[in-house]
């Protein structure tokens, strides 16, 4: 069945440093990739997704590219700011309508 | 952005009670899914309804859940006899006809005592 293995967290970065949280995926034809955040006490935004091979996904200076190749979506930003502090979750979709499966999680805290 | 809305946004409720959870999910979206986040765990898939049944179900889904669309807007997750692990977040989430992506609600926090 698919499935989704994302790093483990905590992931600790100072303001302004770079950001890769790594994920990697398993399914069956040609999945959607999506990363999802979860910010405190809040419900699951949708931050960027990529619907094929080689696309970019990106939102608020977040990318990460569809790599079929790696089965691969890792998550990157070249600047991550305290307000990024929150939980990513790397997740796909079979296509369709097929349920969405997501990874563990992996929660980001920036410090100033 | 459409949203989906979920009621209410936390619950308590004693073990062995009954509990219903509510949503709207856009309007003119056409599946509708259940998710349950245990508190710092992964958002796991409990089922997926679409033409008034349901498309596929987890092992999670057992015969103390049920789910049902009473009005054509509403779509509700009833849970007949809560245990303590029971206790989590749950997601609404729907999806239109193209099904680019699914739209997730707020949740609800359920808690179990």
């Known amino acids: 069945g698919d499935s989704v293995t994302q790093m483990e967290g905590p992931v600790t970065l100072s303001e302004e440093a770079c950001l890769t949280i790594?994920?990697?995926?398993?399914?069956?034809?040609?999945?959607?990739l999506f990363w999802y955040v979860q910010y405190p006490g809040e419900g699951l935004q949708l931050l960027l997704k990529a619907t094929k091979a080689d696309d970019k996904g990106s939102n608020k200076g977040f990318e990460a590219t569809y790599r079929k190749e790696t089965t691969s979506f890792h998550l990157e930003k070249g600047s991550v700011q305290v307000s990024d502090s929150a939980v990513y979750f790397c997740?796909?979709?079979?296509?369709?309508?097929?349920?969405?499966?997501f990874g563990t999680g992996t929660k980001l805290q920036v410090i100033p | 952005e459409p949203e989906v809305t979920q009621t209410p946004s936390h619950q308590v409720t004693q073990m062995g009670q009954e509990v219903i959870l509510r949503c709207v999910p856009i309007s003119n979206h056409l599946y509708f899914y259940w998710y349950r986040q245990i508190l710092g765990q992964k958002v796991e898939f409990l089922v997926s309804f679409y033409n008034n049944e349901i498309s596929e179900k987890s092992e999670i889904f057992d015969d103390q859940f049920s789910v049902e669309r009473p009005d054509g807007s509403n779509f509700t997750l009833k849970i007949r006899s809560t245990k303590l692990e029971d206790s989590a977040m749950y997601f609404c989430?729907?999806?239109?006809?193209?099904?680019?992506?699914?739209?997730f609600g707020q949740g609800t926090r359920l808690t179990v005592v």
């Open positions: 997740a796909l979709n079979s296509g369709g309508y097929q349920k969405v499966t």
């Open positions: 790594n994920c990697t995926y398993t399914a069956t034809g040609y999945p959607s």
């Open positions: 989430a729907s999806t239109d006809r193209g099904a680019f992506r699914a739209f």
